[in-house]
């Protein structure tokens, strides 16, 4: 569901009148959209594609795919512009200099490449009703503005990182003059937002506390296709023996997440011979990461490469739960991952590393196990208890699965947008 972060009751917010009107034309810009993976990816290509199934005209403008590996994929390279349709939404993709891991110059020519290419991108898109941006990166608010000035409408934010200072804290920027105009941007960009959206309570509740109204604030969280993951028959995957009991890392390999600990936690038990831990995806650290398992002889760690998401309800139904760490750092404390809500639709529950507002979910609804963050020591424990204990897990499956499907199905928060975007054309 929808949540308005600002304290409004379920009453006070806009519904719909029942009445018939015209349908909305919605832009939404964004640096990030498939074929790439991730949270952002994942989230507006549902909005998109919901919005549409609502009646709703979707327009997005993006950049060529490249994320996260630095490197445009190879169906788009030397192309300036691409106009194509994605599952039947229709999508602009303008030219990137793309770059990926942790240095900064490289890394603002990214941003700042897309910035100045969106623009054309967003006027090339024809007549919109209302203008959806995705920040970080935040420099893309700005092409939001500009663009809402010359065709005379609204714009408004979805904050899914508070950038600057998440990059701050995680000292991916630490040149203080760029930290400064960065801030500057961030302030005169919530308030001249229409609407921002939060996709955790934390960080509407950061924005609110910079004198944002609280009228204009809303929490509208990742959701998860809760048709596509389900629990399933999960197929025998090579190198798995059927007597081991697999844990489950899927997502970006990076600084952020501090996959270290689960190599270190793997360390702890290796003396367990059925656990078998199990990381998915790719990102800038992963290569340190095998390197590291490798000189360790770490036998119970075994790396696959991105997978498509179709095929991951199968890889978290063979897991006896999903290990989801962050670093700890107190900007971590109101972050929500995405790949916690996919585990959860597949009865699987999840080992939270971590502290804060999804430490307090998990506990609260009784779907998996919290550990504090970069701790081997008690990561172990919980993977052994969860080994030990198969009823355990199948019943924090359970509790996991009625809370996606009340909750956060991606139909109830589409549907939510809709009617706070525009309460008249709202189905």
């Not at 060529?64 to 229709?90: A, T």
């Not at 109101?334 to 959860?344: C, Q, T, V």
């Amino acid at each position: 569901m929808v949540h308005s972060q600002a304290g409004r009751s379920e009453e006070a917010r806009p519904e719909d009148d029942g009445s018939d009107s015209d349908p909305m034309k919605l832009l939404i810009l964004t640096q990030y959209f498939p074929p790439e993976v991730g949270a952002p990816q994942v989230r507006l290509h549902a909005i998109a594609r919901r919005l549409n199934a609502l009646g709703h005209e979707v327009t997005v403008v993006t950049a060529m795919p490249n994320y996260p590996y630095g490197v445009v994929f190879p169906k788009y390279r030397r192309r300036l512009i691409v106009k194509e349709v994605v599952d039947g939404v229709r999508t602009i993709r303008m030219w990137i200099y793309a770059a990926s891991g942790r240095r900064m110059l490289p890394r603002l020519a990214n941003y700042l490449s897309f910035t100045l290419t969106s623009i054309l991108g967003c006027l090339m898109a024809g007549r919109f009703d209302y203008m959806l941006v995705e920040s970080p990166p935040l420099f893309l608010g700005l092409t939001a503005f500009i663009v809402s000035r010359l065709r005379r409408r609204t714009f408004s934010l979805y904050v899914s990182d508070l950038w600057p200072a998440s990059a701050k804290e995680l000292r991916i920027v630490e040149n203080r003059w760029l930290l400064r105009l960065a801030e500057h941007s961030e302030g005169f960009l919530y308030r001249s937002a229409h609407q921002i959206y939060g996709v955790t309570q934390g960080i509407c509740d950061d924005i609110v506390s910079r004198e944002i109204p609280r009228s204009k604030v809303w929490w509208v969280p990742n959701g998860v296709d809760t048709e596509l993951f389900r629990r399933v028959n999960p197929k025998a995957l090579a190198g798995i023996r059927e007597d081991q009991v697999v844990f489950l890392y899927a997502g970006t390999h990076g600084y952020a997440q501090g996959l270290e600990v689960i190599l270190q936690a793997a360390q702890l038990v290796r003396h367990i011979p059925t656990i078998l831990f199990l990381l998915v995806g790719d990102g800038p650290t992963k290569a340190a990461l095998e390197a590291q398992a490798t000189a360790e002889r770490l036998t119970n760690v075994k790396f696959l490469g991105a997978q498509p998401i179709e095929a991951m309800p199968q890889y978290l139904s063979m897991s006896r739960a999903s290990i989801v760490p962050l670093r700890g750092t107190p900007l971590f404390r109101s972050a929500r991952p995405s790949k916690i809500l996919p585990s959860l639709a597949c009865k699987t529950p999840v080992i939270y590393c971590g502290e804060g507002e999804t430490a307090t979910l998990m506990q609260e609804e009784g779907c998996g196990l919290v550990v504090p963050p970069e701790n081997p020591s008690a990561l172990a424990q919980a993977v052994m208890t969860l080994a030990a204990d198969p009823v355990l897990a199948a019943q924090m499956g359970w509790n996991g699965r009625r809370l996606a499907e009340s909750q956060y199905s991606w139909d109830t928060i589409v549907a939510r947008l809709a009617q706070i975007l525009d309460p008249a054309s709202a189905s």
